[in-house]
């Protein structure tokens, strides 16, 4: 579990209730109509926007916001260089059967040792990667639009609240419950685009550039592999991917 995106959303709900609780009560924050209009309004223009299966598979994404950071690159750079020595003394053949904790490696690996190319191995990784990459960027558009729509909502929610009390003012008992929907769909916008779908969105943004990352990596390191490529000159390219101070040599001055 990550516990950044946990902390940060009970800190924020943390933040946000104290300052209520400290100058009145919690249920003048609370309105139904106003939450139906933000909460329904934005799922229902996000519906009209993208496909209901693309909706959907967003919203699984979420998941990737709270699990944990996929293993440092650094960890395969010894792992894939082994692959390379077994293969380089004793043939792709000896690859054949050893346990590979990294599926995205194992694949690569187990199609080389099937007798494709280094060409093709690397052009089916590569479609892999670009399809991965679509997936990811789906969410992301469709958690970014519903921070974009999010506001808008809240401003519509406004404007209903106030045709509901204009249309009340000669009595006083039913203007306060038309000012209550028209400030807090604002709000709920705000709240909705700003604590909850835009960090999700950036979040999960910086999830699919780690995991490209470290399948892009390993696209270089199966290639290698399966060129008979020496583990030092193989160790060198898979280590450029990494930060210097993750490299196992003297590190570089940037």
């Known amino acids: 579990m990550d516990i950044a995106t946990l902390l940060g959303l009970a800190a924020a709900s943390a933040i946000l209730l104290q300052a209520i609780s400290l100058g009145g009560s919690l249920a003048l924050f609370f309105d139904l109509p106003s939450a139906l209009i933000v909460l329904g309004g934005t799922l229902s223009v996000t519906l009209i926007h993208q496909r209901l299966r693309n909706v959907l598979g967003a919203f699984g994404l979420v998941i990737h916001a709270f699990a944990d950071r996929p293993r440092s690159s650094a960890e395969l750079v010894p792992a894939i260089v082994d692959l390379a020595q077994r293969a380089r003394k004793e043939g792709l053949v000896a690859l054949d059967g050893i346990r ?10 187990r199609l080389g040792v099937d007798g494709l190319p280094p060409e093709t191995v690397s052009a089916i990784l590569s479609s892999d990667i670009a399809h991965t990459r679509e997936r990811h960027e789906m969410g992301q558009r469709i958690f970014r639009f519903m921070a ?20 009340t003012l000669s009595d006083p008992e039913k203007v306060g419950p038309g000012m209550a929907v028209a400030l807090l769909t604002t709000f709920y916008g705000a709240l909705l685009a700003f604590v909850v779908c835009a960090p999700l969105a950036e979040k999960l943004e910086a999830r699919t550039n780690e995991e490209l990352a470290r399948k892009k990596l390993i696209l270089a390191g199966v290639t290698s592999v399966l060129r008979g490529e020496n583990g030092s000159v193989v160790r060198g390219k898979l280590e450029a991917f990494l930060a210097p101070s993750a490299r196992s040599g003297p590190q570089e001055r940037r």
Not at 101 to 107: E, G, Y
């Open 100 to 109: 590979i904790s990294d599926p995205f490696l194992a694949r690569g690996v």
């Open 148 to 167: 974009q729509s999010a506001p808008a909502m809240g401003m519509i929610g406004t404007l209903i609240g106030l045709v509901q009390m204009l249309h």
